[in-house]
């Protein structure tokens, strides 16, 4: 059924390819969580189904006044038809039902605004439950909760469809053999559960963000989706809490960037033009900024997105750098990691000089990342041009995508030329 959905999908307006993603999430989160999670396969094939049969329908009669309203409708039909069919529904479900007094809700599957709401929160959590790896989750995310298709979830993987269908596989058999519940955990549990969902969404952007595919509209849609999800945490309260206020403002400060970043090849930040940056989004960054600074806690979200913002600032002062030198030698001291410390160090050039910076950076021996290389090449750069052309072809060499080694070699060229 998804391969035979995706063609005709191709061969159809642009309009019902957005249809899908936007509704697909609705539709399978309502029907999971008033059939029970451990029919979300079933919930994925009926939404299917009936996004096969709006296309086949509209096409020959025009799509309808409220095509929302006429999927809605037919997924419903289709849904108690196919438990009833099956027998699943009088043998299985139904006692279920009655034992959980939830039979009228049955009978009218509920696709009301607020009830999608719940359900997509719900979903959420339920998604990222710690019994299932984080890759694991990041996957089900895209597919149920962004609605990309397995092609699209393969290719923000680098991988294959049959590895993808696999693992997402393995997860919602892992979901019903935990017997994995749709809802919000309890008051006690949330905030700890909260912590996992806020780590899901950030790899999700950084999925995007940083991604090595080629298809800068996937890298795109998958950093606005993880922005989405970060908002839909905002509307309720227990999770509407000033670490989950840092992390949006973090996406919005990163995706203001984002067109400056993308053009033949990756843009690094001191190439930008900053015209480009979108200040909408800035400005968006910085209401959420604001809103994080309630209460005492200080996540690697807050520090993160205080640099963020200092990068959306545009250069003029020293005021700038120093601060962000700073916040990284904050960060680094709540939560290390080699990239962190890459960034300090040219932080820590812009403030100290390219002597100072090389010092720091010898010492971080990132002998399998090209941007450390790149960083290596860029404080050789007029102290040393022989070490700076070394450091850029062994970045040429670890780099995994062939915008990166264009980019890499377009600067290797450059100081063949300087030393021709």
């Not at 998958?222 to 989405?228: P, V, Y």
């Amino acid at each position: 059924m998804g391969w035979m959905l995706l063609f005709i999908m191709e061969k159809s307006s642009e309009s019902l390819q957005q249809l899908f993603q936007q509704e697909f999430s609705k539709m399978v989160a309502v029907i999971s969580k008033t059939f029970g999670l451990q029919h979300i396969e079933i919930a994925e094939d009926v939404v299917s189904e009936t996004f096969l049969q709006a296309t086949e329908a509209w096409k020959a009669k025009g799509i309808p006044p409220n095509p929302t309203a006429w999927l809605y409708a037919v997924a419903k039909q289709k849904i108690l038809h196919h438990f009833r069919r099956n027998k699943i529904y009088d043998e299985k479900v139904l006692p279920e039902i009655i034992s959980g007094n939830v039979m009228e809700e049955i009978e009218e599957v509920n696709f009301s605004v607020e009830n999608i709401k719940d359900s997509q929160l719900q979903m959420l959590f339920a998604i990222c439950t710690p019994v299932i790896a984080s890759e694991a989750q990041i996957g089900l995310a895209l597919r149920i909760l962004c609605g990309f298709g397995i092609d699209e979830i393969a290719e923000a993987f680098l991988s294959n469809k049959e590895t993808i269908n696999k693992r997402l596989f393995r997860a919602k058999e892992k979901l019903r053999a935990e017997k994995v519940l749709m809802e919000l955990p309890s008051e006690n549990e949330i905030t700890k559960r909260l912590d996992t969902v806020l780590h899901i969404i950030y790899l999700l952007f950084s999925e995007g963000y940083y991604s090595q595919t080629q298809n800068q509209n996937l890298q795109k849609d998958l950093c606005l989706e993880a922005l989405r999800l970060g908002l839909m945490l905002t509307e309720y309260e227990k999770t509407n809490l000033p670490k989950t206020n840092a992390l949006i403002a973090l996406m919005c400060f990163h995706a203001s960037r984002f067109s400056a970043r993308q053009s033949n090849t990756i843009v690094l930040y001191g190439q930008q033009d900053q015209e480009l940056w979108d200040a909408t989004l800035i400005n968006q960054g910085i209401y959420f900024l604001n809103l994080s600074v309630q209460g005492e806690e200080l996540s690697s979200y807050h520090l993160e997105a205080r640099i963020a913002y200092w990068h959306c600032r545009k250069e003029g002062t020293q005021e700038k750098w120093e601060e962000i030198l700073q916040l990284y030698n904050r960060l680094l001291q709540i939560n290390y990691s080699p990239a962190v410390a890459l960034n300090r160090t040219y932080a820590l050039y812009k403030v100290k000089g390219k002597e100072t910076a090389l010092v720091e950076a010898e010492k971080l021996k990132l002998e399998n990342n090209h941007f450390y290389f790149m960083l290596l090449a860029e404080l050789y750069t007029d102290l040393d041009q022989q070490k700076a052309r070394l450091h850029l072809e062994r970045a040429y060499d670890l780099a995994k995508t062939r915008t990166e080694k264009q980019g890499i070699q377009e600067k290797i060229n450059l100081i063949n030329q300087l030393n021709a």
